[in-house]
């Protein structure tokens, strides 16, 4: 008799927790972020990194854009977007002294960061 109530119990609770799940769509596949490129400041209190998302031209077009955050690896605080647009950025690395910050950028570009083309 136990045992039946516990399958019961176990059923019931699948059922309700199914029901509250939506699958997976094409769309949510819109919504997914990555990171890479992290480096590290010198002074170890910050990391810069890029960050991929997919976005879109039209209604069937889609392309990805790369942009640079800034996080402060002390605190726990919203990491900072630096860089902004659709064109992508990367490579990023500190200066020695961790004052700043190189990048690779497209030309058109009008950022207080250095460039490498």
Not at 8 to 29: C, E, G, R, Y
Not at 59 to 65: D, G, L, P, S, V
Request: a positive charge; one cysteine or more; hydrophobic letters at 40%.
């Amino acid at each position: 008799m136990k045992r039946i109530i516990l399958v019961v119990l176990v059923m019931v609770t699948f059922v309700a927790f199914s029901q509250n799940k939506k699958p997976i769509v094409a769309s949510d596949l819109m919504k997914i972020a990555t990171t890479n490129q992290i480096q590290i400041s010198p002074d170890g209190s910050k990391a810069i990194m890029v960050v991929n998302r997919k976005a879109v031209k039209n209604e069937n077009e889609y392309y990805y854009t790369r942009q640079l955050y800034m996080t402060d690896l002390i605190s726990p605080a919203e990491p900072v977007q630096l860089t902004f647009g659709d064109k992508s950025d990367g490579q990023p690395q500190w200066s020695p002294d961790g004052k700043q910050i190189l990048l690779c950028a497209p030309m058109a570009r009008n950022l207080n960061y250095g460039f490498c083309h």
